[in-house]
């Protein structure tokens, strides 16, 4: 499966940004969906995850902030950020496979990325 990332960009503190990540293939609903972030100078981290029937969880930093869903008749997964703050800052990326954990090597597939900037 191949995903496109989409949805960066600049915004102020308090503010907010949806991603958006679409993939290829008629296998979308099968895979378990998931972001995570890489700050620079620092290791990608998980942020959140959906599973093939909803099921949802998130890193502890940004739960009541972030909300994930999914459209599997789009084919695409969203990260909803709101009330975002400059430690938010990163490359997102968004994920699949069969089970997405906390760990950055539970992925099968790897988007490209898409930067986001939060200002203070």
């Known amino acids: 499966v191949q995903l496109q990332a989409s949805g960066g960009g600049l915004v102020q503190a308090g503010g907010s940004l949806r991603l958006s990540c679409a993939a290829s293939?008629?296998?979308?609903?099968?895979?378990?969906m998931g972001w995570f972030r890489q700050a620079p100078g620092k290791e990608r981290e998980f942020v959140a995850a959906?599973?093939?029937?909803?099921?949802?969880y998130y890193t502890d930093s940004v739960k009541g902030r972030f909300t994930i869903s999914r459209d599997n008749a789009k084919n695409t997964v969203y990260l909803q950020m709101n009330s975002l703050k400059p430690e938010d800052t990163a490359v997102y990326y968004c994920?699949?496979?069969?089970?997405?954990?906390?760990?950055?090597?539970?992925?099968?597939?790897w988007g490209q990325g898409t930067l986001v900037t939060v200002s203070s």
């Open positions: 994920a699949a496979g069969a089970a997405i954990w906390t760990d950055a090597r539970s992925p099968d597939y």
């Open positions: 293939g008629r296998t979308f609903s099968s895979y378990a």
């Open positions: 959906i599973g093939r029937i909803g099921g949802t």
